[in-house]
């Protein structure tokens, strides 16, 4: 018996794939501090929990397949609160931004077309654009020039006859970048121009670390209404990556009846995560407010760490909450797991994610990591430093090579 040819292209994840390992070290009793997940331990607002415990239907029924109205009317009056008016049609529920990944390039991609991704990037968007028969065409970009993208002459280098999208996560994971409006209307215009699909994650938008971007979002331009893809989710705005609750939002009216299909045929997204999420977007702004100001403190907190290890470099990120690193080991891959079965300090670890999976391009990433700063203050400060004992151990141990 055989699995399918778009199944072999699906590589595991690399935030994930570290797991056997990890439960084995702590079966050893490590304990290990979780750089590697975008898992946010902030608190969940209470509206959430209260909405779900109130919820007292008699019988726990399907919910219809586009999503509960409740919940679409609160998308909808965020977003007017961003400028930006909707129709109910416009959004559609899913489970959460994942599976509006998914259900987007299912509907937009045929065997072998192409999207532009700059990288790195999240690496399930490999996942999705391979499990829809897809080819990434990688925007390549580097540690020494910030991981910015927005340039019109690379972009549009790319774009082949088999080009059907254009995708950005704005701000970014795992760079933390986050685009000018300057930035975002010439990547809108390259879309609009060769009509191309642009594909806006957004999920991260409420986290923007200088006030002058504001709360970005791509919906700002009326005139690429067609072109415009918005995933959004619940998980990481408001502290809530349990709920699964994501959506897509576009205005084109032949891909929003493709994605109906789709979500047709899964029936609907769990109506208890529903009624609690529509319940998230009624928080005060002062939430937001209060996130961010962690984050920061967080984002700065780990920088400061990281460039006092000899041999790191390391950008600040200006959104979301990851920073990029290059760590002066031949391969980080290799390093998380020794990380894992061979170091300890004080029988304390520390986990990442290696950075080769984020890119496209073969050979690049192999000495780079993702971190997500969604630690305490205190607990990142004793992450990175078992980080930096861990490179120094591990050069010396496995690599002979001293400082």
Same mark, same amino acid.
């Given at each position: 018996?055989?699995?399918?040819?778009? $199944?072999? /292209?699906?590589?595991?994840?690399?935030?994930?794939?570290?797991?056997?390992? !990890?439960?084995?070290?702590? #079966?050893? @009793?490590?304990?290990?501090?979780?750089?590697?997940?975008?898992?946010?331990?902030?608190?969940?607002?209470?509206?959430?929990?209260?909405?779900?415990?109130?919820?007292?239907?008699?019988?726990?029924?399907?919910?219809?397949?586009?999503?509960?109205?409740?919940?679409?009317?609160?998308?909808?009056?965020?977003?007017?609160?961003?400028?930006?008016?909707?129709?109910?049609?416009?959004?559609?529920?899913?489970?959460?931004?994942?599976?509006?990944?998914?259900?987007?390039?299912?509907?937009?991609?045929?065997?072998?077309?192409?999207?532009?991704?700059?990288?790195?990037?999240?690496?399930?968007?490999?996942?999705?654009?391979?499990?829809?028969?897809?080819?990434?065409?990688?925007?390549?970009?580097?540690?020494?020039?910030?991981?910015?993208? $927005?340039? /019109?002459?690379?972009?549009?280098?790319?774009?082949?006859?088999?080009?059907? !999208?254009?995708?950005?996560? #704005?701000? @970014?994971?795992?760079?933390?970048?986050?685009?000018?409006?300057?930035?975002?209307?010439?990547?809108?215009?390259?879309?609009?121009?060769?009509?191309?699909?642009?594909?806006?994650?957004?999920?991260?938008?409420?986290?923007?670390?200088?006030?002058?971007?504001?709360?970005?979002?791509?919906?700002?331009?009326?005139?690429?209404?067609?072109?415009?893809?918005i995933i959004d989710s619940v998980s990481k705005r408001f502290s809530a990556c349990g709920a699964r609750v994501g959506c897509v939002v576009t205005k084109n009216k032949d891909l929003q009846a493709a994605l109906l299909k789709m979500c047709q045929s899964r029936l609907s997204v769990a109506t208890i995560d529903q009624i609690g999420a529509a319940a998230l977007y009624s928080v005060d702004h002062k939430f937001f407010e209060k996130c961010k100001a962690e984050y920061k403190?967080?984002?700065?907190?780990?920088?400061?760490?990281?460039?006092?290890?000899?041999?790191?470099?390391?950008?600040?990120?200006?959104?979301?909450?990851?920073?990029?690193?290059?760590?002066?080991?031949?391969?980080?891959?290799?390093?998380?797991?020794?990380?894992?079965?061979?170091?300890?300090?004080?029988?304390?670890?520390?986990?990442?994610?290696?950075?080769?999976?984020?890119?496209?391009?073969?050979?690049?990433?192999?000495?780079?990591?993702?971190?997500?700063?969604?630690?305490?203050?205190?607990?990142?400060?004793?992450?990175?430093?078992?980080?930096?004992?861990?490179?120094?151990?591990?050069?010396?141990?496995?690599?002979?090579?001293?400082?």
């Open positions: 018996m055989r699995i399918s040819i778009n $199944a072999n /292209r699906c590589q595991p994840s690399p935030m994930r794939k570290f797991h056997p390992y !990890a439960v084995e070290a702590q #079966n050893m @009793g490590k304990k290990i501090y979780h750089l590697n997940i975008g898992q946010p331990d902030l608190k969940t607002p209470d509206a959430f929990y209260a909405a779900v415990q109130h919820f007292n239907q008699k019988t726990l029924e399907y919910e219809a397949s586009p999503g509960m109205p409740i919940l679409i009317d609160q998308i909808r009056s965020y977003y007017k609160n961003l400028n930006v008016d909707l129709d109910n049609s416009d959004v559609l529920i899913t489970t959460g931004g994942s599976e509006a990944l998914l259900l987007t390039f299912l509907c937009i991609m045929d065997p072998y077309t192409e999207v532009i991704i700059p990288e790195p990037y999240y690496p399930n968007y490999t996942t999705f654009v391979h499990a829809s028969g897809g080819v990434i065409r990688a925007l390549p970009t580097s540690p020494e020039d910030g991981y910015r993208y $927005a340039y /019109r002459d690379r972009i549009e280098s790319l774009i082949t006859p088999n080009t059907r !999208a254009i995708m950005i996560t #704005n701000p @970014g994971n795992p760079t933390g970048v986050v685009l000018t409006k300057e930035e975002m209307r010439m990547v809108a215009d390259i879309a609009k121009k060769h009509d191309l699909y642009l594909i806006c994650d957004e999920v991260y938008r409420e986290f923007c670390y200088d006030d002058a971007f504001g709360v970005p979002t791509m919906a700002m331009f009326d005139d690429i209404a067609d072109n415009l893809v403190l967080r984002r700065d907190t780990v920088v400061s760490a990281l460039r006092q290890i000899p041999g790191v470099m390391v950008e600040e990120p200006m959104g979301a909450f990851y920073v990029m690193a290059s760590l002066p080991v031949d391969d980080t891959d290799k390093f998380q797991y020794w990380l894992l079965e061979e170091f300890s300090d004080q029988n304390e670890t520390v986990m990442f994610a290696p950075g080769a999976p984020f890119y496209e391009t073969p050979g690049k990433g192999i000495n780079e990591v993702r971190i997500a700063y969604v630690l305490k203050k205190e607990d990142l400060e004793r992450a990175i430093d078992l980080l930096g004992k861990g490179i120094a151990r591990y050069r010396r141990e496995v690599m002979g090579l001293e400082f």
